[in-house]
């Protein structure tokens, strides 16, 4: 098991590296000088373009701007942006609200769609899972965004029964809806993978051994059908996560949610390349720390993956 | 090539001839199931049963017809309507609702919301299908020798897919996108396919991989053929149904992805008519008529549907594991 982990960290280590590393020359090699742009239509002053410069690091080779901003991360100092924030305060401020909204919609898109997923797979061709499936569709085809305008209106403005927007330091109440528009499609699709996969596996041998020893059907359920179900769906969701947060972008900008998408679009617009980086950065660290999980979740579910 | 007597599904090896039935020496009800075979009749290959299979569901057709729809209405959508989308519009027709001629009603701008949608689809078909195949090319390419030539390439090759897997597709749209000075739709399509491709890229790898190892390969190479040949001719072919299938519901989420761009404000400029475009600017009224975002989404959802529908089938057809007997 630990030599295995020792193996997938020192996977980890060039995806790291060339996901930051592809990020860095994408933000900093586009065209533009956001320090001149500083200025305005009159420009600043070459003497003060330099300092700032040199401040910034933005005199330096390109591949050693990269480094500096490695050392940055792994000391956690990532400096400040052109406004003289502390760029680590600028991040505290944004990832906690899409953390938690891409948690609950993680919960919600699991807890659903593997119920719902179970119970039409169960059934598979009955009634329920005909209309869950087709239901699944319509999801999945309307775009995240209309489903998150409809939901305003229709639950927020008309009925009343959630907060329209979720404003600055929302609850978990006023996050609950931007929450379940955020999930709606993954929940979709991890309703259509639980599906397939219950509906696979209630045909494999070992669940007929099961049933032949006489086990009770909630036992042969929950132990043996779920489990070896929800390989694939844990897969999913340990990659979702990631998606979620860089997903979250839309749904933050309909619910007014002051999370990571609007911090990160406001640094986009302004040319505030090192918290750019800085905040993709950890969303790709947050991606890959979600996989890494995912595959030592797998030795729990599968009996016959072992890391020896 | 004598076409494969016993087809099999990529990622499985074919069943030898004589083991797949076991009849027992007395057992005179198991030879009537292989007299009942016709034997006249030339074998079915894989693909032409995978079509049968596909023709009897009532989901494809219903999924070909919005396809087919789709597609014309994005070819030639001056045969749906002859209102311009741009050009005729006027400010005191602002938020109006259905005229004679004009089914939909106006919208903010006091254009015709029924032309709109019509010459919406064109930005949607054209963004889906030119990043369907570019992520189809690239992904294959890249897969397939990783998978096949196996070693260095492999490592460096999966390693690369991980990086590129690593960055969330939005994300990266939305940092290339701000960039990008001259937005088209292929611009559009090639900034979603060169973040997109990773996962054909690993379906590809693992169904060659399995593929490579299959007798007619070995039989392709002590004929003499090259490596390169074996590749295209043999592997490529028989790795192509999950490929197919994944490249079915790509295209519905590609769809998606543009409009998401085009919403953000960061996809097709707003001289370009696109659903995204629209829904982002019926957004501005939703208080007043909220129904104006119901035409381009409708459009959206109904292109979408139509293709993830195609891929559910095409997925059933080409997977006999999930064929109903």
Same mark, same amino acid.
């Given at each position: 098991?630990?030599?295995?982990?020792?193996?997938?960290?020192?996977?980890?280590?060039?995806?790291?590296?060339?996901?930051?590393?592809?990020?860095?020359?994408?933000?900093?090699?586009?065209?533009?000088?956001?320090?001149?742009?500083?200025?305005?239509?009159?420009?600043?002053?070459?003497?003060?373009?330099?300092?700032?410069?040199?401040?910034?690091?933005?005199?330096?080779?390109?591949?050693?701007?990269?480094?500096?901003?490695? $050392?940055?991360?792994?000391?956690?100092?990532?400096?400040?942006?052109?406004?003289?924030?502390?760029?680590?305060?600028?991040?505290?401020?944004?990832?906690?609200?899409?953390?938690?909204?891409?948690?609950?919609?993680?919960?919600?898109?699991?807890?659903?769609?593997?119920?719902?997923?179970?119970?039409?797979?169960?059934?598979?061709?009955?009634?329920?899972?005909?209309?869950?499936?087709?239901?699944?569709?319509?999801?999945?085809?309307?775009?995240?965004?209309?489903?998150?305008?409809?939901?305003?209106?229709?639950?927020?403005?008309?009925?009343?029964?959630?907060?329209?927007?979720?404003?600055?330091?929302?609850?978990?109440?006023?996050?609950?809806?931007?929450?379940?528009?955020?999930?709606?499609?993954?929940?979709?699709?991890?309703?259509?993978?639980?599906?397939?996969?219950v509906a696979e596996n209630l045909s494999a041998d070992?669940?007929?051994?099961?049933?032949?020893?006489?086990?009770?059907?909630?036992?042969?359920?929950?132990?043996?059908?779920?489990?070896?179900?929800?390989?694939?769906?844990?897969?999913?969701?340990?990659?979702?996560?990631?998606?979620?947060?860089?997903?979250?972008?839309?749904?933050?900008?309909?619910?007014?949610?002051?999370?990571?998408?609007?911090?990160?679009?406001?640094?986009?617009?302004?040319?505030?390349?090192?918290?750019?980086?800085?905040?993709?950065?950890?969303?790709?660290?947050?991606?890959?720390?979600?996989?890494?999980?995912?595959?030592?979740?797998?030795?729990?579910?599968?009996? $016959?993956?072992?890391?020896? | 090539?004598?076409?494969?007597?016993?087809?099999?599904?990529?990622?499985?090896?074919?069943?030898?001839?004589?083991?797949?039935?076991?009849?027992?020496?007395?057992?005179?009800?198991?030879?009537g199931a292989v007299d009942a075979v016709e034997t006249?009749?030339?074998?079915?290959?894989?693909?032409?049963?995978?079509?049968?299979?596909?023709?009897?569901?009532?989901?494809?057709?219903?999924?070909?017809?919005?396809?087919?729809?789709?597609?014309?209405?994005?070819?030639?959508?001056?045969?749906?309507?002859?209102?311009?989308?741009?050009?005729?519009?006027?400010?005191?027709?602002?938020?109006?609702?259905?005229?004679?001629?004009?089914p939909f009603g106006f919208d903010f701008q006091g254009?015709?919301?029924?032309?709109?949608?019509?010459?919406?689809?064109?930005?949607?078909?054209?963004?889906?299908?030119?990043?369907?195949?570019?992520?189809?090319?690239?992904?294959?390419?890249?897969?397939?020798?990783?998978?096949?030539?196996?070693?260095?390439?492999?490592?460096?090759?999966?390693?690369?897919?991980?990086?590129?897997?690593?960055?969330?597709?939005?994300?990266?749209?939305?940092?290339?996108?701000?960039?990008?000075?001259?937005?088209?739709?292929?611009?559009?399509?090639?900034?979603?396919?060169?973040?997109?491709?990773?996962?054909?890229?690993?379906?590809?790898?693992?169904?060659?991989?399995?593929?490579?190892?299959?007798?007619?390969?070995?039989?392709?190479?002590?004929?003499?053929?090259?490596?390169?040949?074996?590749?295209?001719?043999?592997?490529?072919?028989?790795?192509?149904?999950?490929?197919?299938?994944?490249?079915?519901?790509?295209?519905?989420?590609?769809?998606?992805?543009?409009?998401?761009?085009?919403?953000?404000?960061?996809?097709?400029?707003?001289?370009?008519?696109?659903?995204?475009?629209?829904?982002?600017?019926?957004?501005?009224?939703?208080?007043?008529?909220?129904?104006?975002?119901?035409?381009?989404?409708?459009?959206?959802?109904?292109?979408?549907?139509?293709?993830?529908?195609?891929?559910?089938?095409?997925?059933?057809?080409?997977?006999?594991?999930?064929?109903?007997?």
């Amino acid at each position: 098991m630990l030599w295995y982990l020792g193996r997938r960290l020192l996977q980890v280590i060039p995806v790291f590296l060339g996901a930051t590393l592809l990020l860095y020359a994408l933000v900093f090699l586009r065209p533009g000088d956001p320090v001149n742009a500083l200025g305005g239509e009159r420009g600043l002053p070459e003497a003060v373009q330099d300092e700032i410069r040199a401040r910034y690091n933005l005199d330096q080779p390109f591949l050693v701007q990269y480094l500096l901003f490695l $050392r940055g991360v792994f000391t956690l100092d990532f400096g400040v942006d052109f406004r003289g924030r502390e760029i680590l305060d600028v991040m505290a401020g944004a990832f906690p609200v899409t953390f938690q909204l891409a948690l609950m919609a993680l919960a919600i898109e699991a807890i659903f769609g593997v119920g719902f997923g179970l119970v039409a797979g169960m059934r598979k061709g009955g009634w329920f899972d005909g209309s869950v499936l087709v239901m699944s569709l319509f999801v999945i085809a309307v775009p995240t965004f209309v489903i998150g305008f409809v939901a305003q209106l229709g639950l927020g403005v008309r009925l009343g029964w959630f907060p329209v927007t979720a404003g600055r330091d929302p609850d978990f109440y006023s996050l609950l809806m931007p929450a379940i528009v955020l999930g709606a499609v993954s929940f979709a699709y991890v309703l259509r993978l639980t599906r397939t996969s219950v509906a696979e596996n209630l045909s494999a041998d070992y669940v007929r051994t099961a049933r032949a020893k006489g086990l009770q059907r909630s036992q042969v359920t929950g132990r043996h059908v779920l489990r070896n179900s929800l390989i694939p769906v844990v897969t999913f969701l340990g990659a979702d996560l990631g998606n979620l947060m860089a997903g979250a972008i839309v749904t933050e900008g309909i619910f007014n949610i002051n999370g990571v998408g609007g911090t990160l679009y406001d640094a986009i617009v302004r040319g505030e390349n090192v918290t750019v980086v800085s905040l993709t950065t950890v969303l790709v660290l947050v991606y890959i720390a979600a996989n890494l999980l995912v595959d030592l979740l797998y030795a729990a579910l599968d009996p $016959r993956i072992r890391y020896a | 090539m004598p076409e494969n007597r016993y087809p099999s599904t990529p990622g499985q090896p074919a069943p030898r001839t004589g083991q797949e039935h076991y009849t027992a020496p007395f057992d005179e009800g198991g030879l009537g199931a292989v007299d009942a075979v016709e034997t006249t009749e030339a074998p079915r290959s894989f693909w032409r049963e995978s079509w049968r299979e596909m023709r009897s569901r009532a989901m494809f057709w219903v999924a070909a017809a919005i396809i087919v729809l789709v597609l014309v209405v994005a070819a030639f959508p001056g045969l749906f309507t002859s209102v311009h989308p741009r050009l005729d519009c006027s400010l005191s027709l602002s938020l109006d609702g259905p005229t004679a001629g004009h089914p939909f009603g106006f919208d903010f701008q006091g254009c015709d919301i029924y032309a709109r949608t019509v010459y919406g689809a064109r930005a949607s078909v054209l963004v889906g299908v030119m990043a369907t195949a570019m992520v189809i090319v690239l992904g294959t390419a890249i897969g397939a020798i990783a998978g096949y030539y196996g070693g260095w390439f492999d490592t460096i090759l999966s390693r690369i897919t991980d990086i590129f897997f690593a960055i969330p597709l939005v994300l990266a749209a939305i940092v290339i996108m701000s960039i990008t000075a001259n937005r088209t739709s292929f611009t559009v399509a090639f900034v979603l396919a060169l973040f997109g491709w990773t996962s054909i890229a690993r379906i590809t790898r693992g169904t060659v991989l399995s593929v490579k190892n299959n007798e007619f390969v070995t039989a392709a190479r002590a004929l003499g053929m090259g490596r390169g040949a074996i590749l295209l001719k043999h592997v490529l072919p028989n790795s192509a149904a999950p490929i197919i299938v994944y490249a079915t519901v790509a295209l519905g989420t590609f769809i998606v992805a543009e409009a998401t761009l085009s919403f953000l404000g960061i996809g097709l400029p707003p001289s370009v008519v696109s659903w995204g475009g629209d829904i982002s600017t019926a957004q501005r009224a939703i208080r007043i008529s909220p129904e104006i975002m119901l035409y381009p989404a409708g459009g959206l959802a109904l292109t979408v549907l139509g293709f993830i529908m195609m891929g559910d089938v095409v997925r059933d057809a080409l997977d006999p594991k999930a064929r109903k007997r």
